[in-house]
């Protein structure tokens, strides 16, 4: 398995609201989640304790699941092996493997969360488990674009992630709408069965992207996709985010953009396992070859060329982007052949824009994108009737509610 340096990349962007959210078609209903369609993208609402939040997951997306995990683990995860620590093994056994690294340092309502995804879709949860720890290996690329010198000082944050088309994520993607019991409200850009995050923001106008480098074996820590979901259900400001991974134990080499819609400021952050650096937009860094007014540029990869060119871009544009052209700034060859999603996310007004790579393997950037409306969905209410009614009340589910 190789991996190399990410590049990360911010910038300021004039933006109109150029592509429309629509409204959603409902499927199913479980408890206080359902499950909806919007744009063509399938919508998961989960609401509560952390059990009934994954088994409402579970419940809705229990075929979803299903067919992404048989696949991951016995079809795709059979064919290839890893190299890990002298020894060849699969997917499921590597991430077994890391899991006894990181388990203590999981939050419990996560584990929770796990537990009542597995009860629901009759899976264990040492294989539920083993499905969420799919993302340490990720080690992907990616991307952010955020803005402080748009015409109405909105934020737009854009992120690309490059990973593994023919592992079939992309024939099961899923926007979560969470709504945690005390904490903050999110959208999770996920797979079915997936409850961390590698794309998100939350109520609180807090945006955030990862991309992974090297590290391999630094995996005593929280899980980076644990990471990401504790700052969307915590952070309130970019700060809060900033002294979640801060102050965690971390795993590996990660790099992340965070924005923050309502204070108008962006940063990027080296948040590996046995380091930790904030730079601010404009800042020197010895990965930042060139500071450049309004950006934060990471750059260790052959690449960094690509990334020139949309600066320039942005410049000879003269700030004058529209959504639909910011979308398409993450186009080839900024995006990879592995181009799994792209999402540009604009967590002041709580839109976003989301492409998917195809279920035939053409990269994410080739695709449509699928606008979200976060604030509609959260606002909307629970339905009542209409479509599938999936029972909430088998004895486990009765039995943790008891506790």
């Known amino acids: ?125 040492e294989d539920a488990a083993a499905a969420n720890g799919i993302p340490e290996l990720f080690h992907c690329s990616g991307f952010a674009l955020l803005g402080a010198t748009t015409a109405d000082g909105q934020v737009l944050h854009g992120r690309v992630l490059d990973y593994a088309v023919d592992w079939r994520l992309q024939e099961h993607p899923v926007i979560i709408i969470g709504e945690p019991n005390g904490r903050i409200p999110f959208c999770n850009v996920s797979y079915a069965g997936f409850i961390g995050s590698v794309t998100g923001m939350n109520a609180e106008t807090v945006s955030l992207g990862e991309m992974g480098g090297r590290g391999m074996f630094l995996w005593t820590g929280t899980p980076m996709a644990f990471l990401m979901r504790r700052a969307l259900e915590e952070a309130h400001n970019l700060d809060e985010a900033i002294a979640i991974f801060r102050d965690s134990k971390r795993t590996c080499e990660y790099y992340y953009v965070f924005a923050d819609g309502r204070n108008n400021r962006a940063v990027g952050v080296d948040g590996s396992a046995d380091r930790f650096h904030v730079i601010e937009a404009g800042k020197a860094h010895p990965r930042l070859p060139t500071p450049i007014p309004d950006t934060v540029l990471l750059s260790g990869d052959k690449r960094y060329q690509c990334l020139c060119e949309l600066v320039k871009k942005v410049r000879t544009n003269d700030g004058k982007f529209t959504v639909d052209q910011a979308v398409h700034l993450m186009d080839a060859p900024v995006a990879m052949k592995s181009n799994l999603h792209d999402v540009l996310m604009a967590p002041g007004p709580g839109k976003l824009w989301v492409k998917h790579a195809s279920p035939d393997k053409q990269p994410a950037w080739t695709q449509r994108a699928h606008a979200i409306d976060f604030k509609t969905l959260l606002a909307q209410p629970m339905p009542t009737s209409g479509g599938k009614e999936i029972p909430y009340g088998k004895p486990a589910v009765q039995a943790a509610a008891a506790n």
């Open 1 to 125: 398995m190789t991996a190399y340096l990410p590049r990360v990349f911010t910038l300021c962007l004039l933006f109109v609201w150029s592509l429309s959210a629509a409204a959603g078609e409902l499927i199913a209903r479980c408890g206080q989640g359902y499950l909806e369609r919007v744009d063509g993208h399938l919508v998961l609402h989960v609401k509560g304790t952390p059990y009934e939040m994954g088994y409402q997951h579970g419940a809705l997306l229990k075929d979803e699941i299903k067919s992404l995990v048989h696949h991951l683990f016995d079809v795709k995860g059979k064919e290839m092996k890893i190299d890990f620590m002298g020894a060849k093994l699969t997917p499921k056994e590597v991430v077994t493997a890391i899991n006894k690294y990181q388990k203590d340092f999981i939050p419990k309502r996560f584990q929770e969360e796990i537990q009542g995804l597995a009860d629901a879709v009759g899976m264990s949860v």
